[in-house]
């Protein structure tokens, strides 16, 4: 084969895609209970707009987009990530003009030059959203809660809270401080990318996956909730308290920063034992200063976004879809007198809304009524010759292998009473 799919993508087949429907209706329809409507940016962005907001020192931006130029010599980057163009089409769009709070959500794709492995895909699918105005808990609160409702109502019970506050810029500044001077000493103890990290951006060294990094992180790093000011503090507590309100379990973990740039006070993760090595399956906290990082004006706002490959993962593991719903009726015509009525009634049944499939290799009625079964065929129309000297079509119940005459004027209306009987 000369053409294959390119390493770290994924074909969706036929076969796979009604999972994802099954998912992806899920969420929209929780979300849009919650009041949050979809938004959807283009697939591409200005360099520059990740650059300046996910940070130039994290690996999404350092190593792990595709960026080209185009014909116009400008720099653009496939999106690796759903946040910051959200927050620049709602500044573009002046989207604070309609509402002070603005509550959007996406199901998107997105692009990643990370090592392919079980749930980590170059090309890879996020659900997300977005609460944009408001400054108070109970927007963190409500972000937490929708996509903890959305992994409830799909089956998802083993699922892990990861909770910290990493507080605003001013009193993070101060405990970075603290920080440095605490693993100075340690430095030639840290791997290599980690006393880089040190230098550079020090908060990072909490995201390294190494476990010497982590045991000295143990035994030196202090916790920045102890640097917290007290309106952090405030705004931690009753976070914290809304969530035991509406009964989801969560662990504080001071050393949850997450790995972007713009993250102030929440962040969080949620977790799944469901899935492997990659057992993340969403992230997200409060970005206060996104939308002036991004020239728009001061608006506070929280958010969150979910890998739907992972979600997809975890539910294969509980066997949680239903089963596929397949053709519920299929028509199988003998002759060309048959073909002809059979077209007709099959375009009168689904313009009345029944689904339905027939042949299209002209097959022996034989092979017909074999790949209705197998297409899971609930009823079976069948026409030919004979039915029609006899001015009747025959409806076939699959199930208890009853068959009924029905008489082929207005035979679409007759079929569909007898089906929904
Ligand atoms: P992030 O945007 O890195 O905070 O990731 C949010 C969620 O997206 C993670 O919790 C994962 O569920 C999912 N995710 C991140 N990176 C990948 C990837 N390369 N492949 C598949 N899913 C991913």
Redesign the pocket.
Known sequence: MKFQRIKGTKDILPSEVYRWQYVERIISEILENYSYKEIRTPAFEMTELFSRSVGTDTDIVSKEMYTFLDKGKQSLTLKP?LTAPVIRSFIQNHLDQVAPVTKVYYLDALF?Q?RPQK????Q?H?FGCELVGSEYPEADAEIIKVVYDIYKELGIKAMTLRLNSIGSRNSRRRYLDVLRDSLKPHLQEFCAACQQRLEKNILRLFDCKAESCQSILDEYAPSILEYLDDSDLEHFESLKNLLELVNIDFTVDHKLV???DYYTRTTF?ITSPLLGA?D?????GRYDHLVEDLGGKTTPAVGV???M???LLALDELNAFPPEDLHPLYISTLGERAREIGFKLRAELIESGVESEMDFLRRSLKAQMREAGKKGANWVVIIGDSEIDRGVVILKNMTDSTQTDIPIDSASQKIIKAINR
């Not at 749930?119 to 170059?122: I, K, P, S």
């Not at 993340?280 to 997200?284: D, N, S, T």
């Open positions: 990530e990643r990370e749930g980590r895909l170059r890879f996020q997450r790995g972007l993760e990659q993340a399956l969403c992230g997200g976004a979910a890998g490959e992972r979600l």
